[in-house]
């Protein structure tokens, strides 16, 4: 007797199981985001967007996937290329974390001669990089770089302050025309589409990197960043990168955005360009340092 109401409760279980899995509403992380409400911002209308923020990835050493590797720059040796003679005495601290990537299907869509420049850039990175020499990093590279970055804003006007050279963007909700120069940070021109922040930045230097692995641009980049809050201290960050002369066509990066809190809610100083002197004007001392 036992034996049957045993029976009989497992395949009642195994009958209910589909069914009200069926009935349980669908979760998820899509979801989650397409739920969720951010806080009104000063305007009353659209999220508030201000705080400090900074991202949780390996993107400014390659925004395409890559396994970790012993340096960014190698030499020829006895067997196998070893790290170069300059990143030699850093050891794991000249490494290269893996990284997922942050472009959308895992590949830049070079044209043939924009590869060759990435690939001469990365046999050349110590005296390419722009970041070693402290310039300007650049729109999108300044927002994941490992240092963070602040957005202020208030109904009418907002400022992307970022750690990193003591860059600061002025975004603008007017738009003023083509810029009348190019610079190391562009001309942002922001619209809001519902809850997400659209900002078109054009007029950047073709100086600028991607990231520490030699992906590059020309002049003629423009850049659309979609900034989209996804919880209390997430956003969603997105940027489409348009340049004829480098890619066969438009292609997309995408990550999220993290909110510090508590006492590390703040930017700390690092105006770094004090700190190159020594490598790029030592060579002038009337003895230079051996």
Not at 76 to 95: C, E, H, I, N
Not at 234 to 244: S, V
Not at 254 to 282: H, I, P, T, W
Request: some cysteine.
């Amino acid at each position: 007797m036992n034996r049957i109401v045993v029976a009989l409760a497992v395949a009642g279980l195994l009958a209910g199981g589909p069914a009200m899995a069926q009935k349980a509403p669908a979760k998820g992380k899509a979801a989650s985001m397409a739920a969720y409400k951010a806080p009104r911002g000063p305007d009353g209308r659209h999220p508030d967007l201000n705080g400090v923020w900074q991202t949780m990835n390996g993107a400014n050493f390659d925004i395409e996937p890559h396994a970790a590797r012993a340096a960014l720059a190698f030499r020829p040796g006895p067997f196998v290329p070893v790290p170069a003679k300059d990143v030699v005495a850093l050891g794991a601290v000249g490494a290269v974390p893996a990284g997922l990537g942050v472009v959308e299907g895992g590949e830049i869509p070079y044209t043939p001669e924009g590869r060759k420049v990435r690939d001469e850039n990365r046999a050349d990175w110590l005296k390419r990089d722009p970041e070693i020499k402290c310039y300007l990093p650049g729109v999108p590279r300044a927002n994941y770089m490992s240092l963070p970055f602040q957005i202020f804003h208030s109904d009418k006007a907002m400022i992307i302050a970022y750690e990193y050279a003591g860059a600061v963007r002025n975004v603008l909700f007017i738009d003023p025309g083509p810029a009348p120069v190019d610079s190391w940070m562009g001309q942002s021109v922001a619209r809001w589409e519902g809850d997400t922040l659209v900002v078109t930045v054009t007029a950047q230097l073709d100086s600028t990197w991607f990231d520490r692995a030699g992906n590059h641009h020309t002049g003629e980049m423009v850049v659309v960043e979609r900034w989209t809050p996804t919880s209390p201290t997430t956003m969603r960050y997105e940027a489409t990168i348009t340049d004829p002369q480098t890619f066969t066509r438009p292609w997309k990066m995408s990550m999220n955005l993290y909110k510090r809190v508590g006492e590390d809610a703040r930017l700390q100083q690092f105006k770094c360009v004090e700190f190159v002197e020594e490598l790029m004007y030592g060579h002038l001392r009337k003895e230079p340092l051996k």
